[in-house]
């Protein structure tokens, strides 16, 4: 997948680069307070704003069976009341102090953030101790539990169940991690959020929301020696709960044993699209094979100069677009998907059979170095671009340290794209979409008697 940040409940990794300031100037440093929270701080002195991030090692993949829902719904809950803040004053101070603030949800993490002048970073910490330490969830209907679980199935309704591709991807989810903790999707099953219980909230607040399961991130225009100080007298003086025992829900993906087609219509869609979703594999698992498919995917379909593109869109004229990628940076193996959208007149069934045509030729015939080339240095200028945005450098450390990786897995990431070999990357791309590889085929059409 490419390094790039997506924001709301599914976050993944951001990118690297060396774009504009000095490498010494950059590089980021690293410690941890006596309470075992981790702290990183990425100098970025060129505005005096910074970006103030506290990442969470925790997510839907840790919820127990029966309460998906539970990780999204908690970063709801901790916007809302405290034994020293109100309902919404949070967001007021924020607001006040001329800042933007927000949080996300993933499988593997729950990270709040603030973006901020930098003569109000103190303030921030405190208002992310003061919920770390003092969230108030109880049973009144009008509390902070109860009404947030409403806004959350508004939510689902909103996102999912109004949203055919969201619906589809949801059921080809499903199936490909059967079994697997990742199966629980991240905004949770309407009945159990329903079920969910102030109950349910404090022992999930008790459990995990503890600073030796904390990850803070600075970026901005501050110096280690700042963060550190400032840190060590907001969060330094929160005492481990001692519960959050680190033992996460991750596990291989088995390969799929079957081959499955599933459909969805509805009357909203008037473009069909088909898609097929294979067993990929993770950046976590195995860094290697990740970053050769990652080359392998991008040289086959990651843009209007690749392969399939070229063949099914200019040259064909049988799609009005094709695209390839793999969810590389979850903890465990996310799937690689081949999509495409038909031209007026071509069926799914013709455009299918011209996908796999080309792709069987493709990877029959291989990949020239200059195309491999071409797009290991797309995705190493990405990542050298990226740095240019000090909230995508606290990301894409906050989300590779809470997954389990390291700064120097951030830092290497631009020469080790680069250094992948252009038999690496064909042999990446021929083993996920080998043909003794099962996969779900995802059909999503307009509904009976719509155009």
Partial sequence: MKRILTG???????????????????????????????????????APVVTHMVWYKVGAVDEVPGKSGLAHLFEHIMFKETD??????????????????????????????????KQHLGTMMALEAERMTDLI??????????SERDVVKEERRQRIDNNPGAILQEMVLSELWKDHPYEITVI????????????????FYKEYY???????????????????????????????????????????????????????SDPKIRQ?????????????RDRDFSYALDVGLEVLGGGMTSRLYQSLVEEQNVAINVNTVAWTTLHDEGPAVISASPAPGVSLEELETAVMADLEEVLAEGFTDEEVERARNKLAASAIYARDSQS???????????LGGTVDDVLDYPDNIRGVTTEEALAA???????????????????EGDS
């Fill in 272 to 284: 069909p699209s088909w898609s097929r979703y294979y067993n990929g594999t993770s950046e976590s």
């Fill in 392 to 402: 995508n450098m606290a990301n894409v450390f906050g989300s590779t340290l809470a």
């Fill in 8 to 46: 709301g409940l599914f976050a993944l990794s951001a990118v690297l680069s060396t774009a504009s300031a000095d490498d010494t100037d950059w590089a980021p440093t690293t410690f941890s307070l006596d309470n075992g929270m981790e702290v990183v701080v990425v100098p970025d002195h060129r």
């Fill in 84 to 117: 020293d803040l109100g309902p919404g004053e949070f967001d007021d101070i924020v607001s006040r102090n001329g800042g933007v603030n927000n949080a996300f949800t993933s499988w593997d993490y729950t990270a709040y953030y603030e973006r901020v002048a």
């Fill in 210 to 264: 503890s600073p030796e399961n904390a990850i803070l991130v600075v970026a901005g225009d501050v110096t280690p020696e700042e963060v550190r100080v400032m840190a060590e007298e907001h969060y330094g003086r929160i005492k481990p709960t001692g519960t959050a025992h680190g033992n996460r829900k991750w596990e291989s993906v088995p390969l799929l044993t079957e081959t499955k087609e599933l459909e969805y």
């Fill in 188 to 203: 949770g099953k309407m009945d159990e959020v329903a079920a969910l219980t102030p109950e349910d909230g404090m022992a």
């Fill in 429 to 447: 791309v021929r083993k996920v979409f080998g043909p003794d590889r099962h996969y779900i085929e995802a059909h999503l059409l307009p509904a």
């Fill in 137 to 146: 969830i109880n049973d009144d209907p009008e509390g902070p539990f109860i």
